[in-house]
């Protein structure tokens, strides 16, 4: 199993996604995105970070470099693809998954540390989790609301779409525990296949236990859940 983690012009997770992954025994290589996909590539991870310097819309340029046409190639074969935080903005803005990330409530750049709820456990990035399990995860962006529109959102929860939602300790989903004025408190989504998903929250910055936090490993297994014990 070998996971691309795709880099673009202003991407700074890349490092971290390759050390969290190999760290769990999941081989990764960073892939500049002009280089395109590896053939045999079996995973993808859109890492975070300020892709073109968030101009226009964050993840609004990368969303159309070339590369995301093999991406998009890739998951409809069914190839795990994974965004995280400016990977999710990726995401959204390529509709690999639905809805947008919008300028945060506070119209400040947030980093802080948050509760998620898991709001299902049978995909393969949450199959390490138990459904209702509470995660501490580190946030850090400006553009994390995630908005969408009303018939829209009510698609997403009939279709069980939602993966995490921000909550508080005692996995209360409230308005105070919502961190950046996300529709719902998501925090993280499924695309049409299960193994299409975006969050804004960093599992990778979550993994290593050094870090402080290990809550995150769960959802990187989902690249290849053998590993997981
Ligand atoms: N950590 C990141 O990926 C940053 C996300 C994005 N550039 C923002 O600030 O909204």
Not at 12 to 27: K, P, Y
Not at 186 to 214: K, Y
Request: net charge negative; hydrophobic share 40%.
């Amino acid at each position: 199993m070998t996971v691309a983690v795709v880099q673009f012009g202003g991407s700074n997770c890349d490092r971290d996604g390759v050390r969290a992954l190999e760290h769990l025994g999941i081989d990764a290589e960073r892939v500049w995105h002009e280089d395109g996909l590896p053939a045999d590539v079996e995973g993808i991870l859109l890492p975070g970070g300020f892709s073109y310097g968030d101009y226009l819309r964050a993840g609004a340029m990368a969303a159309r470099a070339p590369v995301m046409r093999e991406v998009r190639a890739a998951a409809d074969e069914g190839v795990p693809v994974l965004g995280v935080c400016n990977g999710a903005q990726i995401g959204c803005e390529s509709s690999l998954t639905p809805g947008a990330f919008t300028t945060n409530e506070s119209a400040r750049f947030q980093c802080e540390h948050v509760h998620c709820r898991v709001e299902r456990a049978d995909t393969p990035w949450t199959a390490a989790y138990e459904e209702g399990e509470v995660l501490r995860l580190p946030i850090a962006h400006a553009e994390g609301r995630f908005e969408i529109s009303e018939d829209r959102y009510a698609q997403l929860e009939a279709n069980d779409r939602i993966l995490f939602r921000y909550c508080d300790a005692d996995g209360n989903v409230t308005d105070e525990a919502n961190p950046n004025g996300s529709t719902g408190n998501v925090a993280g989504l499924l695309g049409e296949r299960e193994s299409v998903a975006v969050l804004m929250p960093h599992p990778e910055r979550a993994t290593l236990p050094d870090l402080g936090l290990t809550d995150g490993a769960g959802v990187l297994y989902g690249f290849d859940p053998s590993l997981r014990s």
